[in-house]
C-alpha cells in the first residue's frame, strides 16, 4: 500500500524521486521520505503529512547533484504516522538506508535479537529490523547480495525493498516477496517502483520482480539473483503499452473525473479484438483450450467484487453457468468447495490486491482453472492465472475505482456472451442485438456523460444534507447500487449502504425518514414492478427518493433522473457512471479530498 521509487542513472535523482513519489500518491499515505547519496554520505530527508512538506524541506538542503536515491511514501501499520516512523531508515552506522512495502510479521522476535546484541531502535516500526539485519552482515561481509540474502531468509511475512549503501554510491538493491515492485529500464539510468506510473514518463520497458528475487541496478545494467541459491538468473523485458497521458490529468480538476469520463474509450479498448462484428462473434482467444466450466467460482474485493457480482446474473442468464461470488478475505478462510473442473475467476485492478492473490494461489493448490481479470500487464494475477484477460483501461490513478469496473464488465460480457454463444443457448436475434449495441455504446456514453454530469452536479446540491443513505436496485442493479453507496462513503464519507430492494423491508426500512433519503435505480424490465412497490413502501415513511430510470416512465418520486435505455444488460453502462459522479459531485461540493481519500489507498498489499 505504500509507494517505493529508485533511481540510478545520469540525472538529479532527487527531482525524479519527488515527481514519481507524487504520481504514486494514489496507493494512500500519511508520511514520506527521501533518501540519497552526496559525495559517499547519505542524506534522509523525511517529513509526516503530505509531499509538498517533503518537498519543501528537500530545497532546502539543496540535494540537486546526488544521481542516486529512494524515494517513499507510508501507510501506517506499525507505529504511528509521524517523522520518525517514516521511511527511508538507516542503520547505526548511517551507511544503509531501506525503504520497505509490506509487513514483516515476525518483527518483534527479530527485534528483541537486534537489541540484545546492543541494536539501538530509532521507531516504532517492523521495517527497522531490515536495515539492522543488512548491516549485521555487511559489516562481516562488505557483499551487498550476501547481507540482503542473510536478511530476507531469516524474515516473515510481505516485503518489496529498496536498499542503498553509502560506500557503493553506483549500486542500487531491490527485493519483494508478496508485495508488488518492478524494475524500469532506461538508457543510461534505471529505476524501481510499486507501480508503473512511478517512472512511466521515463521508460516503458519493465522487468517485474517475482517473489524470492533481488536485483541489482547500475546505470548500464540490472542484474537480478535468485534469494534461496544467490544465482544470477535470467528475466524478460516487457513493454508496457500505457501513454503516459493515461497517467496525467488532461485538464481535469481531478483524476477521479478524468476517469469516468474516460470510460466511452474504456469500453472500446476492452472490445478490441475482442468481438467480430461481421460475423457477430466473441473472440476469447484465452479461453479456448480451458473449455466451458461446470461452475464459476469469482473472487475479488471492493469494487472488483461488485463487478463480480453483477457478471453472476449474466453468466447465470445467459450462459446457465451456476456461479458463487466471494469477498477473497472469506473466500480464503471458508474452506469453499472447489471441484477441479471449476473456474476460479480472480478480479483485481492492479493485479496485486494480498487478499485475491491468496485466493488465486489456494485454488492452484486445489488444481481448479484460475483466470484472472485485471488491468495491469506482468502483474501477479496476469503470471499466476493459468490464463489471463486484461481489461485494458489503462492507468487508473484515482483511489476510488471507476473505469476498471467499466472495463472488468466488458470483459465479463464477453466471457457470458463467449460461453453462451459455445454451449449454443443465446436466440441470434438477441445476440447480435447485443454485440451491435456493444458496438454502439463508447458513442451513446460520449454524448451522454455531460448530461449525466450536469444532473449529479444539480442533485449533488440538493441532498449534501444527508449523512445516510439507501441504494436500492433489483436484478443487475442491485449489485450497482452496492458500487453506487460504496462510491459515496468512500469519497464523500456519507454513511450508505446498498441494498436489494426486496430486502429493504426486512428490517432496514426502520432507518426511514424525512432526513434519510434513498438512491433507486429503476430499469424498465421484468423487475420494475416489484421496484415501484418498494418506492411506495419507502414513501409512506415520507423518505425522499431519487430515481435513476428511463426517459418516458413515470415514477412518483422527489426528483427523476434520465439515462437512455440502451437495453436491459448495456443500461448498467450509463447507470454506472451516473451513479460515479453523483458521488463525485458530493464529495466536491462538500470540499472532499476526492483523489486521496482518507484512510485508503489504491491497492490493498497486505491483508
Known amino acids: 500500500m505504500c509507494g517505493i521509487i529508485g533511481y540510478i542513472g545520469h540525472r538529479p535523482a532527487v527531482p525524479i524521486l519527488l515527481e514519481g513519489l507524487k504520481r504514486l500518491e494514489y496507493r494512500g499515505y500519511d508520511s514520506a521520505g527521501i533518501a540519497y547519496i552526496q559525495q559517499e554520505n547519505l542524506k534522509i530527508i523525511k ?8 518537498e519543501k524541506k528537500v530545497f532546502s538542503n539543496d540535494p540537486l547533484h546526488s544521481t542516486i536515491g529512494l524515494g517513499h511514501t507510508r501507510w501506517a501499520t506499525h507505529g504511528i504516522p509521524n517523522e520518525q516512523n517514516a521511511h527511508p531508515h538507516v542503520d547505526l552506522s548511517e551507511n544503509i538506508c531501506v525503504v520497505h512495502n509490506g509487513i514483516i510479521e515476525n518483527y518483534i522476535k527479530l527485534k528483541d535479537s537486534l537489541r540484545a546484541k546492543g541494536i539501538d531502535f530509532r521507531s516504532d516500526t517492523d521495517t527497522e529490523v531490515l536495515v539492522h539485519l543488512i548491516s549485521e552482515q555487511y559489516n562481516k561481509t562488505k557483499d551487498p547480495l550476501t547481507s540482503i540474502r542473510y536478511c530476507l531468509k531469516q524474515v516473515q511475512g510481505s516485503y518489496a525493498i529498496g536498499v542503498i549503501f553509502s560506500d557503493r554510491p553506483k549500486e542500487l538493491w531491490a527485493a519483494k516477496h508478496s508485495s508488488p515492485l518492478i524494475v524500469g529500464i532506461g538508457v543510461g539510468e534505471n529505476f524501481i517502483g510499486s507501480d508503473i506510473p512511478a517512472f512511466l514518463p521515463y521508460t516503458k520497458d519493465v522487468i517485474f520482480l517475482e517473489d524470492g528475487e533481488i536485483a541489482r541496478l547500475t546505470t548500464e545494467h540490472v542484474d537480478i539473483y535468485a534469494l534461496d541459491t544467490g544465482k544470477e538468473i535470467t528475466k524478460e523485458i516487457k513493454t508496457i503499452p500505457w501513454d503516459i497521458s493515461l497517467a496525467e490529468k488532461g485538464g481535469y480538476k481531478h483524476f477521479m473525473l478524468k476517469e469516468i469520463m474516460e470510460q466511452p474509450r474504456v469500453i472500446y479498448d476492452a472490445l478490441a479484438g475482442r468481438v467480430d462484428y461481421r460475423t457477430k462473434r466473441v473472440l476469447l482467444n484465452e479461453l479456448d483450450e480451458l473449455g466451458v466450466p461446470e461452475k464459476i467460482h469469482i473472487v475479488a474485493c471492493g469494487t472488483s467484487f461488485h463487478a463480480g457480482f453483477w457478471g453472476k446474473y449474466l453468466f447465470e442468464s445467459l450462459a ?50 484460475v483466470v484472472g481479470l485485471c488491468n495491469v500487464v506482468g502483474s501477479s494475477v496476469a503470471r499466476e492465472s493459468d490464463k489471463v484477460l486484461y481489461t485494458q483501461a489503462g492507468p487508473e490513478i484515482s483511489v476510488a475505482s471507476t473505469k476498471a469496473m467499466c472495463s472488468q464488465m466488458v470483459v465479463i460480457l464477453l466471457m457470458a456472451l463467449y460461453f453462451a454463444e459455445k454451449k449454443k443457448l443465446m436466440d441470434s436475434d438477441k445476440f447480435n442485438d447485443i454485440i451491435k449495441g456493444l458496438k454502439n455504446l463508447p458513442k451513446v456514453l460520449e454524448k451522454e456523460l455531460p448530461k449525466i454530469r450536469e444532473r449529479a452536479k444539480e442533485l449533488s446540491v440538493m441532498y449534501s444534507f444527508a449523512r445516510s443513505f439507501f441504494y436500492l436496485g433489483r436484478g443487475l442493479n442491485y449489485p450497482l447500487a452496492l458500487e453506487g453507496a460504496l462510491k459515496l462513503k468512500e469519497i464523500s464519507y456519507i454513511h450508505a449502504e446498498g441494498y ?82 453523483f458521488a463525485y459531485e458530493m464529495a466536491v461540493y462538500l470540499g472532499k479530498d476526492v483523489d486521496q481519500p482518507r484512510n485508503l489507498a489504491k491497492s490493498v498489499t497486505v491483508e
Open 47 to 54: 517529513s509526516a503529512g503530505k509531499i509538498s512538506v517533503l
Open 320 to 369: 446457465r453457468i451456476p456461479v458463487e461470488v466471494d469477498i477473497a478475505s472469506e473466500f480464503r478462510y471458508r474452506d469453499p468447495l472447489i471441484r477441479k473442473d471449476d473456474y476460479v475467476m480472480v478480479i483485481s485492478q492492479s493485479g496485486e490486491t494480498a487478499d485475491t492473490l491468496a485466493g488465486l494461489r489456494m485454488a492452484k493448490e486445489i488444481g481448479a482453472k
Open 500 to 581: 436489494a430492494a426486496g430486502e429493504m423491508k426486512h428490517g432496514p426500512i426502520a432507518l426511514i425518514d424525512p432526513e434519510f433519503p434513498s438512491f433507486v435505480i429503476a430499469s424498465k424490465d421484468h423487475l420494475f414492478d416489484k421496484v415501484l412497490s418498494n418506492i411506495k413502501e419507502i414513501q409512506a415513511r415520507k423518505g425522499p427518493i431519487i430515481c435513476l430510470t428511463h426517459p418516458g416512465i413515470e415514477v412518483p418520486v422527489n426528483h427523476i433522473w434520465t439515462v437512455p435505455d440502451v437495453g436491459n444488460i448495456l443500461t448498467s453502462f450509463l447507470f454506472l457512471p451516473a451513479l460515479q459522479l
